[in-house]
């Protein structure tokens, strides 16, 4: 669990996955369709992926994958992540997260 606070703290958008989730490639797709530069950790292809998907899931994090922290919190997986654009309250979370910094809302139209 250490390991993942360590992790997550290191910067604005965080994003644990697995190269063969296509759930998470949804999700860092639309991340960076917002202009986010996230870090991402593919669990399957790190040498200590195993400990940090214990970790994230002895948070309570289930399934494991996709998990986002935004501004080093906890957002959620999938579903939280589509909640909150869909609320349009993603962007305003990124940007105060310094994940990114300018934001047209016409970019996406």
């Not at 860092?28 to 530069?37: D, F, I, P, R, V």
């Not at 970790?55 to 935004?70: H, Q, R």
């Not at 654009?85 to 300018?102: D, S, Y």
């Amino acid at each position: 669990m250490e390991v993942v606070r360590q992790l997550a703290n290191e910067k604005p958008l965080v994003i644990f996955s697995k190269s063969t989730c296509c759930v998470s490639h949804s999700m860092k797709q639309l991340m960076s369709s917002y202009g986010a530069n996230a870090t991402v950790y593919e669990l399957d292809e790190m040498p200590n992926g195993k400990e940090i998907e214990k970790g994230l899931l002895s948070m309570g994090i289930k399934p494991s994958v996709p998990a986002i922290f935004i501004g080093q919190k906890f957002v959620g997986g999938s579903n939280e992540i589509l909640s909150l654009q869909i609320q349009g309250k993603l962007v305003p979370m990124l940007i105060e997260a310094g994940a990114i910094w300018v934001w047209n809302k016409t970019s996406t139209k």
